[in-house]
């Protein structure tokens, strides 16, 4: 609530967590906070380390449901601060409805790159609410949208291997290949073992969308996926059930259109996570994940959250994964009967390029990276010993 963009600059340094909240452009527009959108990198086919987030989606803090398509981007860099320009984007045809829970990825095929979008929850249409569950949610349809965002233009597919809606699931993009694992279907209250494997072909004339059922699933929502080499992913978190957390890890690798999961070692998990009911995170890119806890489930302090960082190694390193200790807790300045409950463990939304900033490895003066004193900005410095 303190900062007025929602939007939120990590790093981890010395097992310090440092927040700082980001700013925009003058020609941006608003980008609300919201909760559970689904977020993508584009990268520029020209300049590789020129890229965009696509923002899609979720939850506003007034508990409405976005259909709308950001594009955030780095426009200035200095050793003070870091200035990104949001814009919303307009799309045609079958435009995807308001959702949360739901994935997008970046294809590419022939030369072209394609976003697809998959999955998701939605409020029940007007038409079929009733006063006792006015505002109950249901899973949206299990259509497979292609949007293509330099002509703004949205197409669904429907497969007949996609018979039941899913949210919360775990969806990893390789080339033209997008493979969808787990996720929660609320019409069966099941967590589907279902792996499904996307085929995007995009010829000159019409795309071409097939999907297939492989093997080896396993049944999970909310599960977190950090890459660990250009081939290796890591499987971690989630829920095997509304009561169950999956606390086993998992490695998983894309090769020559081919996919193998096979169980890894898991790391020394602390008392505190093996008992709390409720875990949240997401992937901070290179390997580590952050991991948090309500501090309800301590005991200690109930309106704080306790964080660790879970870094996972490749191959080349044994494939061996080490919990650090608690490295922060923060405490909230929420009112804890306002906040939403948890749903699943998708609180927090991180992107691997956004979590590195170095405005404290510059300490010569520049003129230039003066803050504008219509503009606030301020540090969040937490550790073991620090009570904000």
Not at 28 to 42: G, K, M, Q
Not at 98 to 108: D, K, L
Not at 264 to 272: F, I
Not at 289 to 311: E, S
């Amino acid at each position: 609530r303190s900062c007025p963009t929602g939007v939120f600059l990590l790093n981890i340094k010395q097992n310090e967590l440092k927040m700082k909240p980001a700013f925009f452009s003058k020609d941006s527009c608003y980008l609300p906070p919201l909760r559970y959108p689904a977020l993508c990198t584009l990268r520029s086919d020209a300049r590789p380390d020129k890229y965009q987030y696509i923002i899609h989606g979720g939850k506003t803090p007034n508990n409405d449901l976005s259909d709308k398509v950001y594009f955030m981007s780095l426009v200035n860099k200095t050793s003070k601060k870091m200035t990104f320009q949001c814009i919303e984007k307009d799309l045609g045809g079958d435009v995807p409805e308001a959702r949360y829970g739901h994935t997008i990825n970046v294809v590419h095929s022939r030369g072209k790159s394609m976003s697809v979008l998959f999955g998701g929850r939605s409020y029940t249409p007007l038409a079929q609410r009733t006063t006792e569950k006015w505002n109950s949610v249901v899973d949206c349809l299990p259509s497979v949208f292609l949007i293509d965002f330099e002509f703004g233009c949205c197409t669904s597919y429907v497969l007949p291997e996609l018979q039941d809606g899913l949210s919360f699931h775990v969806s990893i993009a390789r080339d033209d290949t997008i493979y969808i694992l787990g996720g929660h279907s609320l019409q069966n209250n099941t967590r589907s073992p279902n792996l499904y494997k996307l085929k995007i072909d995009l010829p000159l004339g019409s795309p071409a969308v097939t999907c297939t059922i492989l093997p080896g699933g396993i049944s999970v929502s909310s599960a977190i996926v950090t890459q660990i080499s250009d081939t290796e992913f890591v499987l971690v978190g989630g829920y095997h059930s509304d009561n169950q957390k999956r606390l086993a890890c998992n490695t998983i690798v894309l090769e020559d259109s081919k996919i193998e999961i096979v169980e890894s070692v898991s790391p020394e998990w602390t008392p505190d996570i093996k008992h709390c009911r409720t875990w949240f995170g997401c992937d901070m890119g290179k390997g580590s994940v952050l991991l948090g806890i309500p501090g309800a489930n301590k005991q200690l302090i109930p309106d704080a959250n306790y964080f660790y960082i879970l870094r996972c190694k490749g191959a080349e390193e044994d494939k061996e994964e080490e919990l650090i200790t608690q490295i922060c807790s923060q405490t909230s300045s929420e009112d804890p009967g306002d906040s939403t409950p948890f749903e699943d463990s998708e609180e927090f939304c991180f992107s691997a390029e956004a979590n590195t900033f170095d405005a404290d490895d510059a300490d010569t003066y520049n003129e230039d990276d003066e803050e504008d004193e219509s503009e606030t900005g301020y540090w969040i410095t937490c550790c073991a010993s620090c009570n904000i």
